[in-house]
């Protein structure tokens, strides 16, 4: 294990902690600002023109980080991060502030202990990520047909599959992001980088796993 590799991982949560205060400072923001959040609601373009830019960041993040510097592939993580909580400020007008409160700590309970489960483990989790992938598009797949079928009992079923995935991601991508960076000789920008793609893995498990917890056990308003 290289000199690097507590520092490589102490970037990684970090990243993955400031991009999670972000989203939730962004979020609560935007639904409190009701100029901002009716723009959002009532104009299908910002709708989709935000949904578009944050699938348009997170892919080209990932495709282009070695062709990036370090420092726009930050700022890109960043917006990102705003992006993902502007689109996220509805969970304050459908659900009660203190089941967000509760199912927030009940997810950085279940993420924390996931992950240290992936960082410790001696068993080798690849044969994981392969099926938990494959679930994953068959959850969107499903997701998606429920819109025009709007079956309350498939919904149900999907979000529990969707905690069930996220939870193993979290452990198996945890084991991945220590794999790459036992690797890195120093904590020069390409092994930065790496780091930074690994808190954005971790901080997309964290999201999902929060709405899909969320759906089960949060209080909807009245």
Do not use: C, H
């Not at 989790?125 to 992938?133: P, Q």
């Not at 979290?170 to 890195?184: F, G, H, R, V």
């Amino acid at each position: 294990m290289s000199a690097a590799f507590p520092v490589l991982m102490r970037k990684v949560y970090l990243w993955m902690t400031l991009a999670l205060a972000i989203t939730g400072f962004t979020a609560y923001y935007v639904a409190s600002n009701e100029a901002i959040l009716t723009a959002i609601i009532t104009n299908q373009i910002v709708f989709w023109g935000l949904v578009i830019g944050e699938l348009a960041l997170v892919f080209g993040l990932s495709a282009a980080i070695n062709r990036l510097s370090l420092t726009t592939a930050t700022l890109m993580f960043v917006l990102y991060s705003v992006l993902n909580g502007a689109t996220m400020s509805f969970i304050f007008l459908a659900y009660t502030a203190s089941s967000i409160t509760n199912v927030f700590f009940i997810t950085a309970g279940t993420f924390a202990v996931m992950a240290l489960f992936g960082y410790f483990t001696k068993t080798d989790l690849t044969s994981w990520g392969k099926i938990l992938m494959m679930a994953l598009v068959g959850i969107i797949i499903a997701s998606i047909v429920n819109v025009f079928t709007k079956s309350e009992g498939l919904a149900v079923i999907l979000n529990y599959l969707g905690v069930l995935v996220f939870v193993g991601l979290t452990a198996y991508d945890s084991q991945k992001i220590k794999e790459m960076l036992q690797q890195a000789p120093d904590a020069g920008e390409g092994a930065q980088k790496v780091a930074l793609l690994g808190a954005l893995s971790l901080y997309l498990d964290f999201i999902n796993l929060f709405l899909y917890l969320l759906r089960i056990l949060g209080s909807r308003r009245d």
